[in-house]
Structures are given as C-alpha cells and as structure tokens.
C-alpha cells in the first residue's frame, strides 16, 4: 500500500526556520517525481516545490525561492523541505504528494499544519 | 503564467442532478488537466488525469472531458457523498481556486 506520511509542521515566528519530512512507503520511490503543495486556512491548493526522482532537477514556486528547498534522500524513502526566513503568508497545512507519472498528482499525505506568528 | 479559471466558484444542486464545473486555462495546456475532490479536514483526492482518464477506484459518475483552454468535470448524479470542493489542476504547478459543491 502506497502511504507518505508528513512530519515537522508546527508553530514558529516569523523568520524562523523549520524542515518537513515525508516518509514514503509501498512504492519504488526514486522513480517518482515528489511534490510538496499547501494549503492556508481557508484557502486553495498551493504547489510549493517539486524534485525529479534522481534528485537531479527540482523546482520552486517564486514566492519561496531563495528561503525554501525541496530534496530527497532515496536510500531513506524520504522527502524533506527545509524552510527558512518563515513569514506569516507561509502558514499553511503543507502536503507531501507523490506525481504519478501521468500529468497528476496520485497520493496525498494527510499534511503537516505550519503556523508562522509571533 | 498560466491562470486557472474555475467556474462555478459554488454551487447547489439536489440528489441526482447532473453537475458541471468548469475549468478554463488562459493558453493550451493541452490535456495535462487532473481533477481532485477534497472534503474538509481531509486531503484532496485524485479523480481524473489527462483530462478524461478516471482514476482506479473512483465512481464512474465522474467524468471529464474537454481539450486546449476548456475542461469540464461532470457528475452525472450527484450523490450526497460528493459534498466537496473540487480542484482542477495543469500538472504540476497550477490549480484552478476551487468549486465548492453542496447539496439541496
């Protein structure tokens, strides 16, 4: 069973710093694209980075280029995105999403709640 | 970039209806569109990729369709399950702001 589990959300003040993970499981993981998406309270589904398979190419959304970075570890099955210079606009549940390889985004993790307030 | 426009923003509609929400791209995106149901407090949930191809699992009521600058997901009789807000999305970084559907 394919499962991506999130972990490393929390409460932070502005400029901070915090890193998510993701533990991947039931499927070949180096051979997918991975994607983190968020969500602000209330809102609609953000894509916020993603990262080849290889690790050899990744992309960031403009508004955290410069203060975040998507990357992965293959022989842990694991996603990671390290977050620095948090502001209050970040606040978000932040999703760790596996890419299918059909132009979609297959599997969900339940999400890590990141709240940026002083 | 590419702006998603979906329409309805909401919409209400009573048990058996057939249900329609579109999703307009402002250039060809040709069909790299997936559709998504999210319910609240839950994650989204993918229900058509390349624009047509429903998902494993997913309720045949569900369809989609369309190709370039316009799409459209239908439900073919609404279901008190599919209370939700539906994304649509041209792979990987753009989503179109949601349609939130609710029942009569």
């Known amino acids: 069973e394919v499962q991506v589990v999130e972990s490393g959300g929390g409460l932070v003040q502005p400029g901070e710093s915090l890193r998510l993970s993701c533990a991947a499981s039931?499927?070949?993981?180096?051979?997918?694209?991975m994607s983190w998406v968020r969500q602000a309270p209330g809102k609609g589904l953000e894509w916020v980075a993603n990262?080849?398979?290889?690790?050899?190419?990744?992309y960031h959304v403009d508004s955290v280029k410069g203060r975040f970075t998507i990357s992965r570890d293959n022989a842990k099955n694991s996603l990671h995105l390290q977050m620095n210079s948090l502001r209050a606009e970040d606040t978000a549940v932040y999703y760790c999403?596996?890419?299918?390889?059909?132009?979609?985004?297959?599997?969900w993790g339940q999400g890590t709640l990141v709240t940026v307030s002083s | 970039d590419i702006q998603m426009t979906q329409s309805p923003p909401t919409l209400s509609a009573s048990v058996g209806d057939r249900v329609t929400i579109t999703c307009r791209t402002s250039?060809?995106?040709?069909?790299?569109l997936a559709w998504y149901q999210q319910k609240p407090g839950k994650a989204p949930k993918l229900l058509i990729y390349?624009?047509?191809t429903l998902e494993s699992g997913v309720p045949s009521r569900f369809s989609g369709s369309g190709s370039g600058t316009e799409f459209t997901l239908t439900i073919s009789s609404l279901q008190p399950d599919d209370s939700a807000t539906y994304y649509c999305?041209?792979?990987?970084?753009?989503f179109g702001g949601g349609t939130k559907v609710e029942i009569k």
């Open positions: 390349k624009a047509s």
């Open positions: 039931g499927f070949t993981f180096s051979r997918h694209w």
């Open positions: 999305q041209r792979h990987t970084n753009y």
């Open positions: 999403v596996r890419d299918s390889g059909n132009w979609a985004l297959d599997y």
């Open positions: 250039q060809s995106i040709n069909n790299w």
């Open positions: 990262i080849k398979g290889d690790g050899s190419d990744k």
